[in-house]
Structure formats: structure tokens, C-alpha cells
């Protein structure tokens, strides 16, 4: 009876032989295994004074800016604001990666109830001030349809550690602030709460339930900042639409070839009434590569117009 318990069966080791997973199929199944919601977050470590790590040796900070009354301005002052604009970008160069963020997100409207509210004085304006209150609450539920539109610059470096990354992102910020002071444009730098407040937002469009984070929690509880801001799951079913929590959305890609572009077509994306999110990424070029690139590019061009009457002269030679 003891050898017969001892027997392994003969062909369950013949087809665990040969329907074993090889080992790239363990290996994807082991990554889908260790592969969490914050994982899928795209930084490693988001600092107190809003430094964040993105990658091993990536550092990036964030800078808030508000809005310029360019559209009711004169022609004049709009090349005045256009040129500026090229100056600031211009400041950019091949080291600096930066990042414009445009986000239309809901909004807590009791906040902005606050703001409006006007207490009474126990006087013979109350009523009138009541009425007041009231006709701004309503202008304020028809004008933004309870959006938010904010505004931002993500620029980051290369450093071998923070301690190396911090003096040049503070210097570059300083620098950013200046620009956008010459440009008449409020602005003001991000810590790591606010930083990571706005990915918060971003993850729990469908919840009210509003963000609380403070870096001491990090010390008692042991978890990340990632906990604190990460959806309930992420779903990608296809390359453009996706699943965050609650929230169903999608992505694209726009590839602008027109031969013109006006100046409002970013304000008319913006202006949709929902929740959405424009990112223009922008990566300076040496000057030396952009000339070598632009040269590549006429060559191609004439060498396009040059095929395309090539077919006319043959016909006008048949003729």
C-alpha cells in the first residue's frame, strides 16, 4: 500500500511536460501580478516642497498660472503679448523639458458660496445685499456650469540626485516667475500637497469626497503618497479608451498639419463645458540639430515637388 501511494502518475508529468508556460509567459504573468493601481502612476517620489522624482534621475516641479486678457486686447498689445510668449518659450532650452497643462475639472461649488456670501449688517440693506448674494450664486451656477479651468507648467532636469536637482529647479522657477511677471500673468510654484491634489482631482472626477493629505499620515501609516491619491482600479481595453474608478474616458493624439492656425484654437478646446485635459509637451532642440532638421526637411519638400511635375513633362513630351 505504501509504494502505490508513492506512484506519480505517468501522464500528468507528460503533458506538464509539454503544456508547461514557457518562461516569457511566466514572466508577463508574474509583472501582471505585481502590477497595482499605484504602480501604474507615472512618478516615484513626490517631495514636501513640491520636488517630485519622476524617474531615477528626472526631477520636475510645477508652476500655476492664471489667465491674460488677450482676446479683448488691441492688435498692438496682442504682438506686444505674442512676442513675450516666444521670448519666454525661447528661455527653454535643450536640457528643460517642460509641460503646459490646461484642465477643466468640477468644482466644490459650496467653496465659492463662501466667497459670495455677504453677511448681513442688521441694517435696512440687508435685503438688498441678499439679493445680491443671490444674483452672484446665480450667474456663478450658469457661467462655468460648475467647471473649473486652471492652468500649469511642469518643467524637470536630469540630476544624479534631489540634493543636486534642487538649487537649478529653484533657479528656473525664479526664472519662470520673472517671465510671467513681464507678461502682466500671475503665478505661483506648487508644493507636494497642491502637486498632489490636482492628480488627485484627476483620478476621482465622479467622487466629492475631497482630498485629505498631510505628510505626517505618511509617517504613522507607512503608506505612500500614491495611496492617497490612486483610483479604486485602472482599465485599458484599447489603445484610446480607458477606466479610472468610476470614470470612463479617452485619449488623442492631435497632429496639427494645417498651413495656418489661429490663435483661439486652444481657447475653443477649452471652452467645452466638460471635464477634460490638454497637455502640450515640449521638448527644446539644440540649435545646431534644429538647422540640420529644418535643411532635412526643405530637401524633402523639393524632392516632392520634384516628383510631382515629373509626371506633366512626360505627358507634355507625348503630346
Known amino acids: 500500500m505504501g509504494k502505490e501511494k508513492d506512484k506519480k502518475p505517468l501522464f500528468g508529468s507528460i503533458f506538464q511536460k509539454f503544456f508547461k508556460p514557457s518562461a516569457k509567459a511566466e514572466a508577463k504573468k508574474k509583472k501582471e501580478h505585481h502590477l497595482t493601481v499605484q504602480r501604474s502612476i507615472p512618478y516615484l517620489e513626490m517631495g514636501r516642497d513640491g520636488i517630485c522624482r519622476v524617474e531615477e534621475h528626472l526631477y520636475s516641479k510645477t508652476v500655476r498660472f492664471y489667465d491674460i486678457n488677450y482676446q479683448l486686447a488691441q492688435n498692438e498689445d496682442k504682438n506686444t503679448i505674442f512676442e513675450s510668449w516666444c521670448d519666454f518659450l525661447n528661455y527653454f532650452d535643450s536640457s528643460i523639458r517642460f509641460q503646459l497643462s490646461f484642465i477643466n475639472h468640477k468644482s466644490d461649488m459650496s467653496e465659492y458660496n463662501k466667497v459670495i456670501q455677504i453677511e448681513p449688517q442688521h441694517d435696512q440693506f440687508d ?97 505612500t503618497t500614491k495611496d492617497f491619491i490612486a483610483p479604486t482600479s485602472f ?65 524633402d519638400l523639393d524632392r516632392m515637388k520634384i516628383e510631382e511635375v515629373r509626371p506633366d513633362r512626360a505627358l507634355c513630351s507625348v503630346a
Not at 136 to 150: D, E, I, M, P
Open 127 to 223: 435685503d438688498v445685499r441678499m439679493e445680491y448674494a443671490q444674483m452672484l450664486k446665480q450667474q456663478l451656477a450658469k457661467g462655468n456650469n460648475g467647471l473649473v479651468r486652471t492652468k500649469y507648467i511642469t518643467f524637470s532636469i536630469e540630476a544624479k540626485s534631489v540634493k543636486e536637482a534642487k538649487p537649478r529647479l529653484e533657479r528656473i522657477e525664479t526664472d519662470i516667475l520673472n517671465n510671467f511677471k513681464v507678461l502682466g500673468v500671475k503665478a505661483y510654484p506648487l508644493n507636494g500637497v497642491e502637486r498632489l491634489q490636482i492628480m488627485y482631482e484627476m483620478f476621482h472626477q465622479e467622487e466629492e469626497r475631497k482630498f485629505e493629505f498631510s505628510y505626517d499620515r505618511i509617517l504613522q501609516s507607512g503608506m
Open 235 to 299: 482599465l485599458f481595453k484599447s489603445g484610446k479608451d480607458f477606466q479610472m474608478g468610476d470614470t470612463i474616458g479617452a485619449v488623442s493624439y492631435l497632429n496639427i498639419l494645417a498651413p495656418e492656425l489661429t490663435d483661439k484654437v486652444l481657447a475653443e478646446f477649452l471652452d467645452m463645458d466638460k471635464n477634460l485635459v490638454v497637455s502640450i509637451h515640449v521638448q527644446s532642440v539644440d540649435q545646431l540639430k534644429a538647422i540640420k532638421l529644418i535643411k532635412g526637411k526643405i530637401t
